[in-house]
């Protein structure tokens, strides 16, 4: 089977869901249900899994039991609030050990801080937290963060909550091509030709949440994101034919034609 490995566990869907930005958690558990996703992100500082006893849980809604969370550190901007927020974040999920590691630059472009990212990444490495990172498409900082011990790396496509799509295919090529983790393209996705693209060239999966979330049909557009990646990734394996320019090549042969 063609299953998605990280940090040594298998997964069927390559397709990560964030939980954020949903009328309510039943929409988001439609949509979660319609994507296929079998690993979904959750805000800690802005989604209660526990915090609040008085309010609902997310863990209702999606329990633990079927999907695979990942804590992550939306709204971050310093390496010790995001150290500070994946250590809650593990007391809360009973010693959960797989976060997605995010250090923000500014409110405006949400653009990663790499420097801060790298010295929370050490940190949490160091400290026994298998960290996914969400980082640039600077093949250089993502070998780095790979070398010094991530699961995962995941370069934006484009700018949070931008739908602009892949911007730089180049350089996230690199970045698939030299890594030996799994490269998961986070952020920037806006429809599922997005997804099939980032698939097509070779990315191990893709996270997305205002893509659905921000759409007029969430739970539909979670389908579309499901059937996308699939095809991208099976158009990967398959191998596309060879880009031509000018050269004709017929669907049919042009030998052993009836009537020459």
Not at 104 to 131: H, M, Q, R
Request: charged fraction near 20%; glycine fraction near 8%.
């Amino acid at each position: 089977m063609d299953n998605l490995n990280i940090a040594g566990r298998e997964y069927t869907s390559r397709l990560l869901v964030g939980t954020g930005k949903y009328q309510d958690f039943e929409q988001t558990r439609l949509a979660v249900e319609a994507s296929g996703a079998e690993i979904v992100t959750v805000a800690i500082r802005r989604t209660n899994i526990g915090q609040d006893a008085s309010q609902p849980s997310l863990l209702d809604a999606l329990p633990p039991s079927k999907y695979t969370y990942l804590p992550n550190t939306a709204g971050c901007y310093s390496a010790d609030d995001a150290v500070r927020t994946l250590r809650l974040a593990r007391e809360l999920l009973d010693g959960h050990e797989l976060v997605k590691l995010e250090v923000l630059g500014d409110p405006k472009s949400l653009y990663p801080n790499v420097i801060e990212t790298i010295k929370a990444a050490e940190v949490l490495i160091k400290e026994g937290f298998k960290v996914m990172v969400y980082t640039s498409d600077d093949p250089i900082i993502a070998k780095q963060l790979e070398q010094m011990g991530c699961v995962a790396v995941m370069p934006l496509a484009s700018l949070i909550g931008s739908g602009m799509g892949i911007l730089n295919p180049w350089n996230l090529q690199i970045i698939i091509n030299e890594a030996k983790v799994p490269v998961i393209v986070d952020a920037g996705v806006g429809t599922a030709s997005d997804a099939a693209i980032a698939m097509e060239l070779g990315c191990a999966g893709v996270l997305m949440n205002t893509a659905i979330a921000g759409a007029h049909n969430p739970v539909l557009m979670a389908s579309a994101m499901n059937k996308a990646v699939q095809a991208g990734r099976e158009a990967y394996l398959a191998g596309r034919m060879p880009k031509k320019i000018y050269t004709a090549s017929p669907s049919s042969p042009t030998s052993g034609v009836i009537g020459t």
